[in-house]
């Protein structure tokens, strides 16, 4: 038998969202309950998140007069998902996604909002919704947090004191030239980010106010956190995971969990070994926006006693761009914005460049060969792109930085041909795509890709452009060229489960005491992403499945909805 150091019933490897709830949930069911984490930060790959959740049929959509149902969501699965994944796993997450959101806004200190009109990424089809299943949290002050503030994970970029924005106005801010909505939206985050600034408020909003309210409600249930705490091995005493040997100070120490241990520690996406295994090149972990701890160090411990794997050849993929001495940029919005293309090697367009990030991705993958490269593909702007919309951190009309160019993140030149010649293109290739997509935008009808035919694109797209708020002409000089990688927000493959997020073996058993969440465990999504939040909305679903089912269903009531 083990000797072991600590004994606690329930422990959980991580710290990000899925981690969090399922702390809540088991503490609050009147277990004892530890978190651990690898690094010197809490949070995960969520606090650096956007912080959205995909939760269909959830409350706040019925209480806006919005239908939504559970057969309505499992039809869209089937239309998306499809049978990728188990119906019965489906299952589980419509099922208990709204309940999770109703369990944590009755007992906990989390309070969510809509982001009205985010539509489902895939909104035509059956049981899609245009006006989306997207919540977001709302904004906290992580000054409440006091000491435990600064263990939050950082944001990589770098954000000027008191500045903070929501999902919602996120999407204005896009449109700060276009439209008044946008212009109102800049004049309320700039006067809130003063006012924040000049009272000491750290206004927090996205994923970091996801955690931070998460984080102030293990502090109300006494939920200890050891940070600075890998896990080393799992242990394993009469074919039941018992426990789990970490380091901790410096030393091995053995921890004991009677009831269960819950992986909810990220993916792989920064262990370079496994990535070049499993998925297809090229890749690059620092193309990644994901948790630099993301290592796969949960889902080999996984691998080591049996467990079955799926889907490592996916990740929750976006077209990225890499600026100089700067974190990895993930590109949504300017994507839809009218006036960019993205080309592959041969200069032509190869997608819809307004589809879900995940669908870009996937479509430089499948048409990429060394003879025509897809990744990096390229995107190209013109002069009023950049004067009208934001790209990465740069606001409209902002200058662009001399290291850019210096750097050759951005190629600029007077005319396509030059701008062809400068990213190694062949001109007239890149010239007549050019004219095509030219000829589509003042149209309005993208012959070939139908881009801005989905509520999505629009979704991003400019209002005040007519007749299609995704196009317009690329004509004003000079030309902006900037590299696209398959850049990710985390790896998607992991630890096959369950409907009740219990780790399965190969031959379809359960390793009884083991459970995992997120992307430890290979998502319910299959290769797709049904909607905004479809990362984090499953891994707080299945860490609060998780924890009702190591509680025996004996979990605290859903109480008044705030």
Known sequence: MTNWDHTVDVLIVGTGGGAMTA?????????????????EYYGGSTAISGGGM?????????????????????????????NRTSQSLQDAYLKNAPEMVKYLASNTRMRFQRSPGY??????????????????????????????????????????????????????LGMITSTWAGKWTAFKVGVRAIFNMLTGVKYMTLGRALISRLRISLKDENIPIWLNTPLKELIVEDGVAAGAEVERDGKPMRIRAMKGVILAAGGFAHNQKMREQYQKAPVNHEWSSANPGNTGDAIQAGMKLGAKIDLMEDAWWGPSSVPPNAPVMFHVGERSYPGGIMVNGAGQRFTNESASYVEVVHAMYEKHTSENPHVPATFIMDERYRSKYIFGTLFPMQSIPKIYFDSG????????????????????????????????????????????DSAYDRYYGDPTVKPNPCLAPIEKPPFYAVQMVAGDLGTKGGLVIDEHARVLREDGSPIRGLYATGNNSASVMGNTYPG???????????????????????????????
């Open 409 to 452: 993140y951005f190629k600029k030149a007077d005319t396509i041909e030059e701008l062809a010649k400068l990213c190694g293109m062949n001109p007239k290739s890149l010239a007549e795509t050019v004219e095509r997509f030219n000829r589509f935008a003042r149209s309005g009808v993208d012959e070939d890709f139908q881009r801005g």
């Open 532 to 562: 905004p939040g479809s990362t984090i909305g499953p891994s707080m679903t299945f860490g609060y499945i998780a924890a009702k089912h190591i509680a025996g269903g004996k979990i605290r009531a859903i109480g008044k909805l705030p």
């Open 54 to 82: 995909w939760i269909p049929d959830n409350y706040l959509l019925h209480r806006d007069g919005l239908e939504d149902s559970f057969e309505k969501a499992r039809t869209y699965l089937q239309h998306t998902v499809g």
């Open 23 to 39: 702390a809540l949930v088991a503490k609050q069911a009147g277990l004892d309950v530890l978190l651990i984490e690898k690094t």
């Open 119 to 172: 539509a489902d990424y895939y909104p035509e089809r059956p049981g899609g919704m245009a006006d989306g299943r997207a919540l977001e949290t709302a904004p906290f002050n992580g000054g409440k947090l006091k000491e435990d503030f600064d263990k939050l994970r950082p944001m990589g970029i770098d954000i000027p004191a008191g500045l903070a924005f929501t999902i919602s106005e996120v999407n204005k």
